[in-house]
């Protein structure tokens, strides 16, 4: 079985400033994960992804991700915020074994 | 590539009738998924086909619901007859062989209002 927790429901930055969005996974077998994005009125885009290769992963628009097995965590960074980084974001685990699974989505806020 | 389309964009319908919503997939893609994205809810998979083949539908909500895809080419989400609780955003989203079901492509999405 395998599921993942996004750990904030809503993360709010100043424009400029570091952003965490954390996730959480549980996969009983080698998991695959990614990060989604959604801004307003639009579908999803891939941000980047996981696939057992290097352990830090590095998006589009300056996101990367770092794989820690230890701590069962993917968690999202990008070292300065930008207003058109507002939007959501899913985090999302699969194995060749077990189906696709959405976080429920965390909401990024960037204050001026 | 012009990407995942999906149609309509909106549809306003009133209860008890018919809504049909289309998707066309990104070309050579294998994998077809649709969703349903509510704020109560948040983003549900209804179903996916794997080269045209359903292979799970476990998130249909009920009898109400069905979807085809009888080509590569295109794929249809039927309710009959709708009701105000499946008002929501439809999302259709393709996936090639070679990158795996994680990666998809998703459509701009089908705003549904059942009045």
């Known amino acids: 079985a395998q599921s993942v927790t996004q750990l904030d429901s809503h993360v709010s930055v100043s424009e400029g400033t570091p952003v965490l969005l954390r996730c959480n996974y549980s996969s009983s077998y080698s998991p695959s994960l990614f990060w989604y994005v959604q801004h307003p009125n639009k579908g999803l885009q891939l941000l980047l992804k996981y696939t057992s290769a290097a352990t830090l992963v590095k998006g589009i628009n300056g996101f990367e991700a770092e794989f820690k097995k230890s701590e069962t965590s993917f968690h999202l960074t990008k070292p300065s915020a930008h207003m058109s980084d507002a939007a959501e974001y899913f985090c999302v685990v699969g194995s060749s074994a077990s189906k696709i699974i959405f976080g429920s989505g965390t909401r990024l806020s960037i204050r001026p | 590539d012009a990407g995942v389309i999906q149609s309509p964009r909106h549809e306003v319908t009133e209860m008890g009738q018919e809504v049909t919503l289309r998707c066309k997939p990104i070309s050579g893609h294998n994998s077809l998924f649709w969703y349903r994205q509510t704020m109560m809810r948040g983003l549900e998979l209804l179903i996916y086909?794997?080269?045209?083949?359903?292979?799970?539908d476990s998130g249909m909500p009920e009898d109400r619901f069905s979807a085809k895809m009888p080509n590569a080419s295109f794929s249809t989400l039927k309710i009959q007859p709708s009701e105000p609780r499946d008002s929501a955003v439809y999302f259709c989203?393709?996936?090639?062989?070679?990158?795996?079901?994680?990666?998809?492509?998703f459509g701009p999405g089908t705003r549904l209002l059942v009045l």
């Open positions: 989203a393709s996936s090639p062989r070679e990158e795996g079901e994680g990666t998809q492509y």
């Open positions: 086909f794997n080269n045209n083949v359903p292979i799970d």
